[in-house]
Each structure stands twice: as structure tokens, then as C-alpha cells.
């Protein structure tokens, strides 16, 4: 028998979530408290820090946010990159899609500023969040 995505998040949720000092309540990491050792490993579970991993994983289980960015944003950034006429040396049009994708991402969140509890609030407005990686992810995702 094969998983759903959904449910298949929702198991890795729950095998992570108390390694992150969390609780595991009715689908939902619940998180009272950030270990500074978690916050500053630069390679979080395969993501540059704990900031971009725990903004991926919140985007991850949004279902709109994620569909939106799917559905809206990466076509819209892939369309927008096409009608640019120069492309500088060496950036391929992948890559001024990814940053696109990251740009809207980060003015998204900004413009939003969703309203959560610690320590998700704080992680969405830090500046440790690399947003390219993420960006880079999703794109590659939408292949």
C-alpha cells in the first residue's frame, strides 16, 4: 500500500518534530522553544541552516501556499524570464527562475506577514532564511 503525500509528510513531521524540542498534536508540530544548537547547524537535514529548513517545512504544509506557488508563481516567473532579452553570462534561464520564484516567496511572506506563534513568526521575518535554496527546491519539484 502506497502513502499520499500528504500522509507522507505528515509521518516525517511527526519523526522530526520532537527532534526539534516540538510536540506532535493533531497533525501539527507544535514548538515552544528553539535549541540555539539546532538554529545555528549550517546543514540542517540537507538545508543550508534550521531558518530555511523549518520556512520550507511551514510552506511544505501550507496546501494553498504550496499549490499557489506551483500552480502561480513558478509559471508566472517562467513566462516573465522568457521575455527577458539579455541574459547575463553565465545565469541560465533555470536560475532567473529560481530567483524570481525566491523574490516572490520572501515579498509573499513579507506582504502576509502571517500571523503564528513563536518561533515560526520570528523565522519567517529573520534574515537566515535563504530563499533561493527554497526557491531552487520548488522549482525543481516542478519539473
Known amino acids: 500500500m502506497s502513502m499520499n503525500i500528504e500522509d507522507y509528510h505528515k509521518r516525517e513531521l511527526e519523526i522530526i518534530c520532537p527532534r526539534m524540542g516540538g510536540k506532535f498534536v493533531d497533525g501539527k508540530c507544535i514548538i515552544t ?13 540537507g538545508w543550508r541552516n534550521y531558518e530555511t529548513w523549518a520556512v520550507n517545512l511551514y510552506l511544505g504544509n501550507d496546501r494553498d501556499t504550496f499549490r499557489y506557488i506551483h500552480d502561480v508563481v513558478i509559471p508566472e516567473c517562467e513566462e516573465e524570464t522568457l521575455n527577458e532579452i539579455e541574459y547575463s553570462a553565465g545565469i541560465s534561464h533555470k536560475d532567473k527562475v529560481v530567483a524570481c520564484v525566491a523574490d ?5 511572506i513579507d506582504k502576509n506577514e502571517p500571523e503564528l506563534d513563536a518561533p515560526y513568526a520570528e523565522l519567517l521575518r529573520t534574515d537566515k532564511v535563504n530563499y533561493y535554496e527554497i526557491a531552487k527546491s520548488l522549482v525543481d519539484e516542478n519539473e
Request: hydrophobic letters at 20%.
Open 33 to 45: 522553544h528553539v535549541n540555539d544548537e539546532l538554529r545555528n547547524n549550517y546543514d540542517y537535514h
Open 104 to 108: 516572490r516567496i520572501k515579498e509573499m
